[in-house]
């Protein structure tokens, strides 16, 4: 059964700092891409971040030097680190992993930014 846990979404006050963790089970998580999508009320999901399975990273242009994703393998686990935090940024976060067709999502952590 794979499982994508995502932690880390809190209340925080701008230009605050936040890192978010997504566990993986259930797959192989060597092989996997893996990325970090935000969905704001009445908006639809977007893509923040990804990594590929060698570590090529790759950011939205509203987020690029202030976020960095990052993995560690041993732990089955990806990271966000968010800098820097605006308000625009307030969303729940979901973590996503994809190899081929094979495609598996977390169930959010919210993130809120407050001014």
């Known amino acids: 059964q794979v499982q994508l846990v995502e932690s880390g979404g809190d209340l925080v006050q701008t230009g605050g700092s936040l890192r978010l963790s997504c566990a993986a089970s259930?797959?192989?998580?060597?092989?996997?891409?893996m990325g970090w999508y935000r969905q704001a009320p009445g908006k639809q999901r977007e893509l923040v971040a990804t990594i590929t399975g060698g570590g090529t990273t790759n950011y939205a242009d509203s987020v690029k030097g202030r976020f960095t994703i990052s993995r560690d393998n041993a732990k089955n686990t990806v990271y966000l680190q968010m800098n820097n935090l605006e308000p625009e940024d307030s969303a729940v976060y979901y973590c996503r992993a994809t190899f081929v067709r094979l495609d598996y999502w977390g169930q959010g952590t919210q993130v809120a930014v407050s001014s």
């Open positions: 259930g797959i192989r998580f060597t092989i996997y891409a």
